[in-house]
């Protein structure tokens, strides 16, 4: 299905954001579409400073837990922290970690496995835990839903701390169930605190705000030590990680976290962080926001879903420089297993979509099931399988009669409310409005998909799932220089709540013969023209294109502008992400 073009309106204010500040009127007119209006909040995102950042006695039940575990360190009792296998919860748990040896404590750390115990706190691992002497469990990145486990803490003379970041779990009125227990969230306001400015607040940048009040009442004074001070920039680096891999928007104190962490990861003293850059081949290089999303964070991610996510926070933890060259190697072997089973599953849904309609107009969501899929990559899957086509969607992996689900939705569709409605046909279920977990018996999947795609039918309209491409501006081929692009690099990192520009072209004439290029021939290089100047674009994946070009000559392109530099030459072309070829 063609993508609808949707080319956002001039903004008043653009001439005059760009005079006052020295930019281009486009990039000015993509700080507009992201919501950024005026010159000032305009500087402060361009130039986002570490005096942004919200201090932790802002953030609802910081202060209280920083309290509590200077005093469980001062006992010296035993503390575990318990995170999440993803990037956040990865990062997050290494940042609290690093903290709370520096501060001398007697602190372990514990991961589930996310096949075998799936997600959350649960009773089985809170009570091994307390078996073997913790008497105070950190969480991070999880147990906002954890109100059994939490319980039994406390039934067994143990505490439990929370900090998290994800939805509460509610009852059948749609009022949130809180665990018994000192709770550090973003979104949740208790004791009459006032709401914190960021509710978007990752899991990694729960645990920094932590970490910096730990060591504030180590210090008894707003400024924290030298040592924890030290190590808090390297925690910044990991919280950015964090930060843009949980897909955050990246705006406020999020992008002020992500822009300065990125910028000092390259430095960073860690032997983990170090092995995980070489890794990825970015050794001297400034990274950007798809350098985590698309190099550094699968990798950590990888490992969650192929095997345990423990060996990834050793890396970044306790591991020598040799030591986390290993596991580093090891990550990157897991994700090139990823990336083939991704493959193969990808190609086994689309076909299952086909072949059981679910690619209907009228079915506004998708929902597949099957023995043998990988629980750990079908919330991959989902994403792509929701993104080829604009609807919610469940991958769920059966096995022994039970199936694990992950869901990635589409706009005006919240999943975490939709699997709320849908609990009659659910074990468990958690998450965000945009991706989201669920278990549930192998014989209640069919009585759930048509649930589900109800509810889909009744909140989603036609235009909602039709796919469509969100273009900040349309220029010309005449405004594509270098100072263009460069200005525009000022607006990284980029990712959710802060998309890569993407820009639409006039009418342009197609020059020459377009040529497939790539190993496998599947990719689209043009020439393209106004009749006064030209612009080579590359297109990936649009080869089947090329007749169409050479028969039509005349095209409209969704591009992004970049830079090739060839024997010290800069030229700016397009990476084109869409055609408009008239009929």
Request: aromatic share 4%.
């Amino acid at each position: 299905m063609p993508r609808e073009w949707v080319i956002a309106r001039p903004a008043a204010d653009r001439e005059a954001v760009a005079r006052r500040l020295g930019i281009s009127p486009i990039v000015a007119q993509v700080l507009a579409n992201r919501g950024v209006s005026g010159v000032e909040a305009a500087r402060q995102f361009i130039r986002p400073q570490m005096s942004d950042i919200v201090p932790p006695e802002a953030l609802p039940g910081c202060t209280a837990a920083a309290r509590r575990i200077t005093e469980a360190i001062a006992d010296a009792q035993p503390i575990v922290i318990y995170g999440d296998y993803d990037v956040d919860g990865i990062t997050g748990v290494s940042i609290l970690w690093h903290c709370l040896r520096i501060a001398g404590a007697n602190v372990s750390y514990y991961v589930p496995h996310r096949l075998e115990e799936g997600y959350g706190i649960s009773d089985q691992a809170v009570a091994s835990l307390i078996d073997d002497g913790a008497k105070l469990i950190v969480s991070v990145d999880c147990g906002i839903t954890a109100v059994e486990p939490a319980a039994l803490a406390r039934r067994r003379s143990a505490e439990l701390i929370i900090t998290d970041h994800h939805q509460p779990r509610t009852d059948a009125s749609g009022e949130p169930e809180l665990p018994d227990a000192l709770i550090v969230h973003p979104g949740i306001e208790r004791d009459g605190q006032p709401a914190y400015p960021n509710p978007h607040l990752c899991g990694a940048g729960v645990a920094l705000k932590l970490a910096w009040a730990v060591g504030q009442h180590l210090s008894g004074a707003a400024k924290v030590g030298p040592e924890i001070r030290e190590f808090l920039v390297d925690a910044m680096g990991l919280a950015a990680l964090g930060t843009v891999a949980d897909v955050v928007p990246l705006v406020g104190e999020n992008r002020v976290i992500a822009h300065q962490g990125l910028l000092g990861l390259p430095r960073s003293k860690l032997p983990g962080v170090q092995a995980l850059i070489h890794k990825a081949d970015l050794h001297g290089k400034r990274l950007e926001g798809f350098d985590v999303g698309f190099k550094l964070g699968p990798r950590l991610n990888a490992i969650g879903r192929m095997g345990h996510a423990r060996i990834a926070v050793d890396m970044l933890t306790r591991a020598s420089a040799d030591e986390a060259a290993q596991i580093a190697n090891v990550l990157d072997e897991q994700n090139k297993a990823r990336q083939t089973l991704e493959r193969r599953i990808v190609r086994e849904a689309k076909q299952m979509v086909a072949s059981q309609g679910q690619d209907r107009d009228e079915v506004r969501a998708i929902v597949l099931a099957s023995e043998g899929w990988h629980a750990g990559v079908i919330g991959i899957v989902a994403g792509r399988i929701a993104e080829s086509f604009g609807k919610p969607t469940v991958m769920i992996a059966l096995e022994n009669g039970v199936g694990q689900g992950s869901a990635r939705s589409v706009r005006h569709f919240p999943l975490n409310e939709a699997f709320a409605q849908c609990r009659e046909h659910l074990l468990t279920f958690g998450g965000h409005a945009m991706a989201a977990g669920l278990r549930i018996e192998a014989q209640k999947v069919d009585a759930f998909r048509a649930d589900f795609q109800r509810r889909a039918g009744q909140l989603l309209h036609h235009r909602d799932v039709q796919p469509r491409l969100d273009l900040d501006d349309e220029i010309d081929v005449a405004a594509l220089d270098v100072r263009l692009v460069e200005d525009l690099a000022k607006l990284e990192p980029f990712g959710e709540g802060n998309r890569r520009p993407i820009f639409a072209s006039p009418p342009l004439e197609v020059m020459g013969q377009p040529r497939t290029v790539g190993a496998s021939g599947a990719h689209l290089q043009v020439t393209l023209s106004d009749g006064r100047r030209q612009c080579k674009g590359i297109a990936f994946g649009q080869a089947a294109l090329s007749g169409a070009l050479h028969d039509h000559r005349r095209c409209r392109v969704a591009f992004r502008p970049i830079i090739n530099e060839w024997n010290g030459r800069k030229t700016v072309e397009m990476q084109i992400e869409d055609f408009r070829i008239p009929p």
